[in-house]
């Protein structure tokens, strides 16, 4: 059975505009400018962190998630940022100050 060139890979899936990611917290995919990048960086103390990246410009490697309570709180207890962002096991890292930045903003909406 030959394949239609233009068919989608995936015929079940919505068509998507633009680049796609998948939610770390979720794992459903999304239109990349519906989601929030985050990437590995340093809190206030040193320590490694999950960190915001609203403007998607950081440098390094990052990952994707809806910018809700319920995809934070499931990506913290999959333990999805350290193996997304490929930080390695036992660091001990930090979503503190990703957990404030979602606090915030759910307080302005």
Known sequence: ???????????DLPSL????????????RAA????LRVTAGSSTDGR???V?????????????????SECYELAVR???FPRALRIPAGTG???????EYLGQRDHQA
């Open 1 to 11: 059975m030959a394949r239609l060139r233009n068919a989608p890979a995936r015929p």
């Open 17 to 28: 505009t633009g680049p796609v990611r998948t939610c770390v917290g979720c794992r459903a």
């Open 32 to 35: 990349k400018r519906e989601l």
């Open 48 to 50: 490694p962190a999950v």
């Open 52 to 68: 915001p990246d609203p403007t998607a410009t950081s440098p390094g490697r990052g990952a994707h998630l809806h910018p809700t």
């Open 78 to 80: 999959r333990k999805a």
């Open 93 to 99: 890292v930090s979503t503190a100050l990703l957990g």
